[in-house]
C-alpha cells in the first residue's frame, strides 16, 4: 500500500478563497483523522472519522471549516473563506478501527493563506 | 483535559551517544502511546507503538518504555548517528470521546557527526 496519500502537498491562496485539501486512507482503515501543525500550537485533531461517520469534530476551529467523507476511500477538508491565520501544515492519518490501533500519517498539505 | 508534555524541547549531542527523551501525559486512563519521527517539511513516520498493557517495545536501536500509572514514556536511541537527525514527537490515545492522538510539542534532535 502507498500509505496516506494526501493532495496537494503545497497551496498557496489568497484570503477568501475557498481551499478543499484531499486525503485517501490506506486501503481497508476505517477510522481517519484531519490535524492541523502550527508552530505555536503543535498538532492538533481537527476531526475524527469512524466507517466515514463524523464522530468527534471539536477540534474544528469555526463554522468555515468543514470536512466530508464520502466513502471509504476519500476525505476532504474544506475552509470557506480562508484567512491568512489558517495557514498551516494540515496532516491526515489513518488507522484499524479500535482505539488500540495504529495510526499512519500522510505527507501533510502546507497552506499558505496570503 | 489530556495533557502532553515532552522533555527537553531540542537536545544536541555528539554522535554516537546514548539518549533518553521523555514524554509525560496527565490522564493516565489510555489506551497506546505512539512515538514518532518527523523531519523537516515531511510528514510524520511511526517509530513505535505500545499499547497500555505493555511496558515497553523495542525496534533497531530504538526502545521505548511505558509506565502508565505515572503517566511517563521514554524513548532511548542507542549508538546515536547524524541521520537520527530529527523532531520526535510522543502521542497518547485516551478515548473517552476524545479518540484521536494528542501529541506533545516534540522534542528537536541533532546529532553532530
Known amino acids: 500500500d502507498a500509505g496516506v496519500i494526501q493532495s496537494p502537498r503545497h497551496e498557496v491562496t489568497e484570503m477568501g478563497q475557498e481551499v478543499t485539501l484531499r486525503c485517501k486512507p490506506i486501503?481497508?482503515?476505517?477510522?481517519l483523522f484531519w490535524y492541523r501543525q502550527t508552530m505555536m500550537r503543535g498538532l492538533e485533531l481537527l476531526i475524527y472519522?469512524?466507517?466515514?461517520?463524523?464522530?468527534?469534530d471539536s477540534g474544528m476551529p469555526e463554522d468555515r471549516f468543514s470536512a466530508k467523507m464520502p466513502n471509504a476511500s476519500f476525505s476532504t477538508l474544506k475552509i470557506q473563506p480562508s484567512e491568512p491565520r489558517d495557514s498551516a501544515v494540515y496532516f491526515c492519518?489513518?488507522?484499524?478501527?479500535?482505539?488500540?490501533?495504529?495510526?499512519?500519517f500522510g505527507q501533510g498539505t502546507r497552506l499558505t493563506v496570503v | 483535559k489530556q495533557e502532553v508534555t515532552q522533555i527537553p524541547a531540542a537536545l544536541s549531542v555528539p554522535e554516537g551517544e546514548n539518549l533518553v527523551l521523555n514524554c509525560s501525559f496527565t490522564?493516565?486512563?489510555?489506551?497506546?502511546l505512539q512515538w514518532f519521527r518527523q523531519d523537516p517539511g515531511k510528514g510524520l513516520t511511526s517509530l513505535l507503538l505500545?499499547?497500555?498493557?505493555?511496558r515497553e517495545q523495542t525496534s533497531g536501536r530504538l526502545n521505548a518504555s511505558l509506565d502508565k500509572s505515572s503517566g511517563r514514556s521514554t524513548l532511548y536511541i542507542a549508538a546515536s548517528q547524524p541521520g537520527d537527525s530529527a523532531t520526535y514527537l510522543c502521542?497518547?490515545?485516551?478515548?473517552?470521546?476524545?479518540?484521536?492522538?494528542?501529541f506533545g510539542k516534540g522534542t528537536h534532535l541533532i546529532i553532530q557527526p
Open positions: 502521542a497518547v490515545r485516551s478515548g473517552g470521546g476524545a479518540d484521536g492522538l494528542t
Open positions: 486501503s481497508g482503515h476505517n477510522s
Open positions: 472519522f469512524n466507517n466515514n461517520v463524523p464522530i468527534d
Open positions: 490522564d493516565s486512563a489510555i489506551y497506546n
Open positions: 505500545i499499547q497500555s498493557s505493555q
Open positions: 492519518a489513518s488507522s484499524l478501527s479500535g482505539l488500540w490501533a495504529e495510526a499512519f
